[in-house]
């Protein structure tokens, strides 16, 4: 589904060069379900942009589906995005003018859905979420770990092979958190999605079937629940 | 393209604080342009009409010599309207009066004053002028007698009324000097203030009289309803005139037919002088509006830095990102300049039907233009469309740079802005 293959990014901070990975590598099966963790700075929220196409890495290749993004442009990137790819943010990052069902449907709008479809989509996610009854409901009149589920709707309801998570928990307590992550499982066992997000909160890391673990921009230890 | 509308709908539905107030600045300058370009129309007009109606005529037919030294009004270069002269007028679809215009001395007991009088036929020269009704105080002249008609401005610097003798001192067509007292019959209020500053009226067979004219004119001052487009049939008669060579009409070729605009060559000079400084106004408010809308949409569109970033992530290109927000830009320039050109229409409406005073500010002063102190508007409805489209064409390229600009910017930037 994901290589990564000895990937670098540096960031150019005034005259500094701040080496954001230093040369990762990570394969991720279709359907996994993995956590990357570590400290603020090692590199977690970077790879997680680079896998999602949102940055272009300094050097070593991204593929997904055996395709290698760098050869992509723009164009084709926002495509891939769109079809391919969901994205749950710290900060939610919904549309504050847009209503719980419109930040929801309008990921299925781009893909050129039937009204139909888009309408019958979105209300069974939103169900799904435990947001039912909540749809007319603009983003500031829910709380936030009903915005986090909205965010998490918005991903899963245009049925993405991959959702890339970044410290989804990270602005809620710790029980919203953990029903959060609950959801983030239970949709990846029932939808067969990929998941694949950062924290450096341990409850989080305990939920991951697989656990990446990133220091100062290297992937230092791997865990796998099963084994 | 229909998500990409209802989602520009939404915004500008749901910001509706920002929206307001982003299609108030728009259409406060649309507004100003209309009423501006309105004021500026108006005294062009104005200026056109008065000038046509009490100082030009339509045209004029003068003597080739006459018109050459118009500055002197030479009586010697005059001619007498002979019948296929007349024909010739008439038949092209002109109305004609006569008129002898010359220089004269005006006295009252105080000292003298330059003027610029005018013999007219009383009744034929209203079919052409409309001095009578610029009359504000005594009477209109009369056939045969000695009385002369003045505007306020010369009565009030000669000293006199409706009433008083005035003493005019000139010479005759045959360059003896002659003098007339003149009874002041009537006191014009002319919106021309040429006329009202230094020019006097006589009946045309006093002057013809005094200043042995033997029936000869020095113009014959012609109307025709199409007068604001005089150059083809002051040609078409010019023409005519041209190819009489009959003896009846003395130097039928050298008479020429001079249209309003020729006459009044000084206005039309200074009108297309002020013509590039009205344009330098328009385009100054033009900025003002501009810099207005621009400062409005940047702010709007730099608070939704990471909206934008959104909706790149999710998987939009930049194409579509790039017209959601030129969408919403003009709906907000097409609420603004519908807004605009409603209450530029009210001002204009204002103007056109009430006008602003300007009498006290500018007085008597001779600033070009033939209107008075009252500064009326127009209606210009090409202003109207051209403003409201430029109130949408603005918005939207306003709104392109900062957009283009968050484009340019990665995603994970945008995303950083707080939404």
């Known amino acids: 589904m994901v290589r990564v293959v000895d990937v670098k990014k540096d960031y150019h901070v005034g005259k500094t060069v701040v080496n954001a990975l230093r040369g990762v590598t990570l394969e991720v099966k279709e359907g996994e379900f993995i956590s990357i963790a570590g ?44 079809r391919k790819l969901g994205f749950v943010f710290q900060s939610f990052n919904l549309i504050p003018v847009l209503t719980a069902y419109e930040n929801v449907s309008f990921s299925l709008s781009l893909l050129g859905l039937s009204d139909r479809e888009i309408r019958d989509r979105t209300m069974k996610i939103l169900e799904e979420v435990g947001l039912g009854g909540l749809e007319r409901r603009f983003p500031a ?27 989804p928990t990270a602005n809620l307590d710790s029980k919203t958190g953990k029903d959060i992550l609950e959801l983030m499982a239970g949709l990846n066992e029932k939808h067969e999605i990929t998941f694949i997000f950062s924290t450096h909160d341990p409850m989080v890391m305990d939920f991951a079937r697989r656990l990446v673990l990133l220091h100062d921009g290297r992937i230092v230890e791997e865990k796998s629940r099963e084994a | ?56 005529a339509s045209a004029k037919i003068m003597e080739k010599d006459f018109w050459k030294n118009i500055d002197y009004l030479p009586l010697k270069n005059s001619f007498i309207p002979e019948k296929d002269l007349i024909g010739a007028v008439e038949d092209s679809g002109f109305t004609w009066t006569p008129r002898i215009s010359f220089l004269v001395e005006m006295y009252d007991s105080e000292g003298s004053l330059p003027v610029k009088m005018i013999g007219i036929d009383p009744k034929r020269d209203e079919s052409v002028f409309r001095l009578k009704e610029t009359l504000s105080r005594g009477k209109y002249l009369e056939k045969g007698k000695d009385e002369v008609l003045i505007g306020k401005n010369l009565a009030r610097d000669l000293h006199v009324d409706v ?75 010019q023409r005519k005139l041209s190819g009489m060579q009959g003896t009846e009409s003395p130097g039928g070729k050298n008479l020429v037919v ?38 409005t949409m940047l702010m709007a569109l730099y608070e939704r830095m990471g909206e ?16 959601s927000f030129l969408l919403e830009a003009g709906g907000i320039g097409f609420i603004g300049s519908l807004i605009g050109i409603a209450l530029g229409a009210v001002l204009s409406f204002y103007m056109v039907n009430y006008g602003i005073d300007f009498t006290g500010m500018i007085g008597d002063m001779d600033v070009g233009y033939r209107t008075s102190g009252l500064m009326r508007g127009a209606w210009d409805l090409k202003v109207f469309v051209v403003a409201f489209v430029f109130g949408i064409v603005a918005s939207m390229l306003v709104a392109l740079v900062p957009t283009s600009r968050a484009l340019k910017m990665e995603i994970t930037e945008c995303l950083r802005s707080e939404l």
Not at chain 1, 141 to 167: C, M, T, Y
Not at chain 2, 214 to 234: C, D, I, N, Q
Not at chain 2, 273 to 285: Q, V
Request: hydrophobic share 45%.
């Open chain 2, 308 to 323: 934008i970033g959104m909706m790149r992530a999710m998987g939009m290109n930049d194409r579509e990102v790039k017209l």
């Open chain 2, 1 to 56: 393209m229909k998500f990409l509308l209802a989602l520009a709908w939404k915004n500008l539905s749901r910001h509706r604080k920002r929206t307001i107030i982003t299609a108030i600045a728009i259409a406060t300058g649309i507004a100003m342009y209309i009423w501006v370009d309105s004021m500026l129309l108006g005294l062009e007009k104005e200026s056109e009409r008065n000038l046509v109606w009490y100082e030009t």
């Open chain 2, 163 to 237: 009433g008083d003798v005035v003493i005019v001192k000139t010479r005759s067509r045959l360059g003896a000097f002659q003098t007339m007292d003149l009874l002041v019959t009537g006191i014009m209020d002319c919106p021309n203030p040429q006329i009202n500053n230094g020019v006097a009226f006589i009946p045309i067979d006093v002057a013809n009289r005094a200043l042995r004219m033997e029936g000869r004119v020095t113009e014959m001052a012609l109307h025709f309803p199409e007068w604001k487009s005089p150059e083809k049939k002051v040609a078409e008669l």
């Open chain 2, 258 to 295: 001079e249209s309003w605009r020729e006459l009044g060559k000084d206005y039309v000079a200074i009108a297309e002088g002020k013509r590039g400084a009205t344009k330098i106004i328009l385009f100054l408010i033009f900025i003002i509006a501009a810099v207005g809308i621009s400062n």
């Open chain 1, 141 to 167: 009149e829910l709380s936030g770990g009903q915005q986090q589920r909205v965010a998490i709707a918005r991903a899963l309801v245009k049925e993405p092979e991959l959702v890339l998570a970044d410290e």
């Open chain 1, 39 to 82: 400290p603020s700075g090692s590199g977690k929220t970077t790879l997680l942009n680079l896998i999602g196409c949102l940055d272009k890495a300094t050097e070593g290749e991204i593929f997904i589906d055996d395709e290698a993004v760098a050869e992509k442009n723009k164009k084709e990137l926002a495509l891939l995005r769109r």
